[in-house]
């Protein structure tokens, strides 16, 4: 059975710092994997897919990649603002499992 | 353009009652998932639609839960005879036609089981 962790389960950074958020998943067979936020009494916003046969993925500051083989994905953030401050959620998508989610790391950026 | 919305936004219910929640996915979509997100925890997956296709079920907890698409748009999630732990956010989403598509989600209702 597929599971997905995420690491830290919170965060707290001062304005400006790079960041880097971990995801590990224990099957390596998946489609794709997504990161996504949350912000508070919100639904989830897509931040990035991942194809299985991609390395990494690019969108502004925020960066991803998977490395399938071991079962991770980490989601950097440059330059970080007050306004990332959110839920950030991976999740693995197969065919036998559909789209698995992580709980999540609640990170807070400080002005 | 119009996201995926959904309906009610709060709801407040008495134990034993039953509660529709309705989705409105995003026109054109023909996926459309429920999730459950309960306090502290992930998003759990209920319920899967795909076109015309018998719906995945495999995540629904208990016979209680049930859904259906009309017309291959918008969905309703029946909860029968709630129950406390049946409190949670509900999500809602869809995607473009393959499985591996970009989701997107809508505002979630709040289902409090008093």
């Known amino acids: 059975k597929q599971e997905v962790t995420q690491i830290p389960a919170a965060l707290s950074v001062p304005e400006g710092e790079n960041l880097v958020l971990n995801c590990s998943f224990t099957?390596?067979?998946?489609?794709?994997l997504q990161w996504f936020r949350q912000d508070p009494g919100k639904g989830l916003t897509s931040l990035l897919l991942?194809?299985?046969?991609?390395r990494e993925q690019t969108s502004g500051r925020l960066n991803a990649s998977l490395d399938k083989s071991s079962g991770r994905s980490t989601l950097y953030i440059a330059a970080s603002q007050p306004g990332d401050s959110a839920t950030y959620l991976c999740?693995?998508?197969?065919?036998?499992?559909?789209?698995?989610f992580g709980t999540g790391t609640r990170l807070k950026v400080l002005a | 353009g119009a996201g995926v919305s959904q309906s009610p936004s709060n709801k407040v219910t008495e134990k034993g009652k039953d509660v529709e929640l309705r989705c409105d996915p995003i026109?054109?979509?023909?996926?459309l998932y429920w999730y459950r997100q309960s306090l502290g925890q992930g998003l759990e997956f209920l319920i899967y639609?795909?076109?015309?296709?018998?719906?995945?079920k495999s995540g629904l907890p208990s016979d209680r839960f049930s859904a259906e698409r009309t017309g291959g748009s918008v969905s309703t999630l029946t909860i029968q005879r709630t129950q406390q732990e049946d409190s949670a956010v509900y999500l809602c989403?869809?995607?473009?036609?393959?499985?591996?598509?970009?989701?997107?989600f809508g505002p979630g209702t709040r289902l409090l089981v008093l």
């Open positions: 989403a869809s995607s473009l036609a393959w499985e591996g598509e970009t989701q997107y």
């Open positions: 099957d390596s067979a998946i489609y794709n």
């Open positions: 991942i194809q299985s046969s991609q």
């Open positions: 999740a693995v998508f197969s065919g036998t499992y559909k789209y698995i």
């Open positions: 026109s054109g979509h023909t996926a």
């Open positions: 639609f795909q076109g015309n296709s018998a719906p995945d």
